[in-house]
């Protein structure tokens, strides 16, 4: 699931915010409870890593799911998991809490050396442009205050389906997979008045 909402497109005091909600799509959501979705995906087979990660870029947020294709159970669920991260992520406060201990922590453990130079560098190189401020870890200013409410803010602005994108690869029925797709991403509503990333 590619959403074209990254960093570059957080306003003054968000920096950050598209990652903290990439990982709290992990943390519970509509038709599955914290750990749920990761446990239910590894006994299938699946490991949190290799078949079933995110990442947030400047421009992007995309979520990794892979799943064994020969079982239609298997493939509903995963279109489940895909409705749930694209308008179901339920941002439970203590949720909330828990995850920016973690989005800090790993703030923290890029600071090195090639940290500080990009700090000097991406003001130069990319000068006059939104990508030089908004590295996609975010600001610590913004990771130690965010509440709950200024992550829904985003999500609701951001995850809409006109910003997003499905990729299916793999030994299916396209028709059956674009079926799925229909059913499922097809329930999530259209914006009233769509968000447009900054040029």
Same mark, same amino acid.
């Given at each position: ?66 799943? $064994?294709?020969?079982? =239609?159970? &298997?493939?509903?669920?995963? %279109?489940?998991? *895909? #409705? ?76 809409? $389906?006109?910003?997003? =994108?499905? &990729?299916?690869?793999?030994? %299916?029925?396209? *028709? #059956? ?23």
């Amino acid at each position: 699931l590619v959403v074209k909402a990254g960093s570059v497109v957080e306003e003054e005091g968000q920096q950050g915010l598209a990652h903290v909600i990439e990982h709290m799509a992990f943390n519970g959501t509509a038709h599955f409870a914290k750990q749920e979705l990761v446990d239910y995906l590894e006994s299938i087979g699946m490991r949190f890593g290799p078949d079933l990660n995110a990442y947030t870029g400047f421009d992007e947020t995309v979520y990794l799911l892979q799943v $064994p294709t020969d079982s =239609a159970g &298997v493939m509903e669920q995963a %279109f489940q998991i *895909l #409705q749930d991260w694209a308008g179901g992520v339920s941002f439970a406060p203590e949720e909330v809490d828990l995850e920016r201990g973690v989005v800090i922590e790993e703030w923290r453990g890029n600071r090195g050396a090639e940290a500080r130079l990009l700090d000097r560098q991406l003001p130069v190189i990319l000068k006059d442009s939104r990508y030089a401020s908004r590295l996609p870890i975010g600001e610590k200013a913004v990771l130690d205050t965010f509440g709950r409410e200024g992550l829904l803010r985003f999500y609701q602005r951001w995850y809409r $389906p006109e910003l997003m =994108a499905l &990729v299916a690869v793999g030994d %299916f029925d396209p *028709l #059956q997979v674009e079926e799925l797709i229909r059913t499922y991403l097809g329930q999530l509503p259209a914006s009233a008045t769509p968000a447009s990333p900054p040029s």
